[in-house]
């Protein structure tokens, strides 16, 4: 009896830590919204007119075999030069590999801090022949509607952010405010197509140049409300990294022969196994450092017995990420994520195939490799008669600091654009021109001042991409506030 005593008394006093644990460091907080900034009503309609004409131009990356269309692009750097002619008078622009522009807005003599660097893209990806037909408008079309809505192909991703960062510098310059560090605004062209000869060759000529940023920011996470279970309020996702990717084929050759006559295993089968195997083999979930400082930025906005949790994972990290493993977004962020895409083989259902290829694709955690996938799969399928091979290959980057001038100049310009919003850190998931600035950069983010709600995702590449005119000059606002937060 004295030992279920004391075993009561522990329980109790475990309870007890928790609870009290959970209300001092994780006290409930009010919901909070998100407030957006409005400027004239002249300046507004300017704003979206402007990014209406930008759609216009089909700055499309088709493929990696269509070279650019030179009249889009081209056209394209000619309005914008017209669009925003104090910007251009103040700034030095440099065109890089025919279609990439790189600007650098002089700081004031004497300063000593480092550059900073506002990255984006011209291009855009193409709308499919046969959804046509599903848009409201048509894509390319610019067309502004009566609740103010833009529509078209960009909208988003990525002229928006673009348009907003020159709408922004325009009227900085047209206010008289001179930084007092080199800005730069980076717009590569090739974006959707990895950013091989836009981004990666802009940040090579910094390297050669010898120009060290503080930190760059691009786009690749937002603000999101609604988006994440039992979060009461809208929260800012700063992105510190993003991962890699790789596709690995798994290949087999067998005898061929009648399917009247079987053997045990064919080349599908063979193929189809070592997909199956890395498949049902997953990478195993991690709650790292910037998922606790996520969930521990979001824990006042949700219920207690969430907070609860979250409060005390020392003692619930097992019970989170079972729970978490269930919502296949929230377990991209968690691991290298493994998906069995493709599979080809065989010519006709009466012939055993002599050959068969299963295709997985891997988006890869920071904290794992390329070549470390590749050894992983090996393992897992442990047969000597499949052939990988390894169909590109990018590394997933480092993690940039919570702890930076950048990260904090970024919260607060959240914070004082659109309201006492929790931020907190994340991964992007997808890839980015980011990427290629961490050789020349201290510290890279993503963050899109726009707010995605549940199926505003689908509009990223998706049918009927659109911006209203009130998000549009969120983004303005916002890049205007960071501007002079961190260059004056």
Known sequence: MKALRYLLYIILGLVIFTVSRTFLFFPAAAPVKITLPTLSEAETAQIAENLSKAITFKTISQSLSVAPDHEAFTGFHAFLAETFPAAHWVMERELVSDYSLMYRWPGKAGGSKKPIAFLGHMDVVPVPEFGLKDWV?????????????????????????LMALLEAAERLVKAGFEPDRDIYFMFG????????????????????????????????????????????????????????????????????????????YTAASIAAAAGV????????????????????????????????????????????KNELSKNPTIAAFMHTTTAFTMMQAGTKTNILPQYGEAHVNYRIHPRDTVDGVVDRARGIINDDRVEITKLGGREATSMSSVSSEGYADLSASIREVFGPIPVAPTLTVQGTDARHYYSVADNVYRFMPFVFEPDGLKQIHGTNEAISTEAMVSQVVYFEDLIRRSAQ
């Open 137 to 161: 408008h048509p894509p390319y079309a610019g067309t502004i509607d009566e609740n103010g809505v833009i529509w078209g192909r960009g909208a988003v991703d990525d002229k928006g952010m």
């Open 189 to 264: 062209h090739d974006e959707e197509l990895g950013g091989d000869k836009g981004a990666a060759v802009m940040a090579g000529l910094l390297k050669e140049r010898g120009v060290q940023l503080d930190w760059a920011v691009d786009e690749g996470s937002a603000m999101v409300d609604g988006v994440i279970p039992g979060v009461n309020s809208p929260i800012a996702l700063i992105s510190l990294g993003e991962k890699g990717s790789v596709t690995l084929k798994f290949s087999a050759t067998e005898e061929g022969g009648h399917s009247s006559a079987p053997k045990d």
């Open 277 to 320: 195997a890395v498949t049902e083999n997953q990478y195993p979930l991690v709650l790292d450092d910037t998922l606790e400082r996520m969930f521990t930025a979001m824990a006042p906005q949700m219920n207690f017995q969430n907070r609860l949790v979250i409060g005390n994972m020392w003692l619930t990290k097992p019970l989170m």
